[in-house]
């Protein structure tokens, strides 16, 4: 089975620009995991979803910061405007209807903003 | 206080070593523990999950969890070169859904 699918695995942009980041999870999976993971501040929970509806969003940094998941399998992950300081890798995650917990990461998506 | 402490490293063992890495978190209440290897610029990859007291092997990895002292710890037992990589511990609350919240990682390196 292919685990989650991420895109763009690289972006650059300037800041003011509008970034977009694509997952797609698991099969079958009913909870959609986006993080964050910069040095000072490891992975930090952004936002999640069950079943394609946001459960907890108080992760995200602030409203430049949007997500959405508009079927069960795809989800975006929108910074508008970016900034220097959204540089990270975002990871999405999903997990299965088990309800156990474990996550399964994509490969990340390193965003660079200058 | 940090929800989920790990001592940053980087912990050094000789090949064929026990390496022990360690972990505390401050919610009394939670339910789920986890431990994730990520190389670097990889993903985190889930090694090792438990959610209750004792131990649970798996291979030559070993979980501890004490909930009485808030303890969860991972033995790698036969240390190997690949095992070098970034320990994360991982916590779930109970009642807080799967707001999962890790630790900043503990790097393991195992020399040849």
């Known amino acids: 089975d292919a685990g989650v699918i991420q895109s763009p695995r690289h972006e650059v942009t300037e800041m003011g620009q509008e970034v977009t980041l694509r997952c797609k999870p698991i099969?079958?999976?009913?909870?959609l995991f986006w993080y964050r993971q910069t040095m000072m501040r490891g992975l930090e929970l952004l936002i999640y979803?069950?079943?394609?509806?946001?459960?907890?969003d108080s992760g995200m940094p602030e409203d430049r910061f949007s997500a959405k998941m508009p079927n069960a399998s795809f989800s975006t992950l929108k910074i508008q405007p970016s900034e220097p300081r959204d540089s990270a890798v975002y990871f999405c995650?999903?997990?299965?209807?088990?309800?156990?917990?474990?996550?399964?990461f994509g490969e990340g998506s390193r965003l660079t903003v200058l | 206080q940090k929800e989920v402490e790990q001592n940053s490293g980087p912990l050094s063992v000789p090949e064929g070593a026990i390496a022990s890495l360690n972990c505390t978190y401050s919610?009394?209440?939670?339910?789920?523990f986890f431990w994730y290897r990520q190389y670097s610029g990889k993903s985190p990859e889930l090694i090792m999950s438990i959610y209750s007291n004792g131990d649970k092997e798996d291979g030559r990895f070993t979980a501890q969890l004490n909930k009485a002292s808030q303890y969860v710890s991972l033995l790698i037992r036969d240390s190997q070169p690949s095992d070098s990589a970034t320990y994360l511990c991982?916590?779930?609350?109970?009642?807080?859904?799967?707001?999962?919240?890790f630790g900043a990682g503990t790097r393991l390196f195992v020399k040849a």
């Open positions: 991982a916590v779930t609350p109970r009642g807080g859904g799967f707001k999962t919240i």
């Open positions: 919610d009394r209440v939670s339910q789920s």
């Open positions: 979803f069950n079943n394609n509806v946001p459960i907890d």
């Open positions: 995650a999903s997990s299965p209807p088990a309800n156990t917990g474990e996550l399964f």
């Open positions: 099969s079958g999976h009913d909870y």
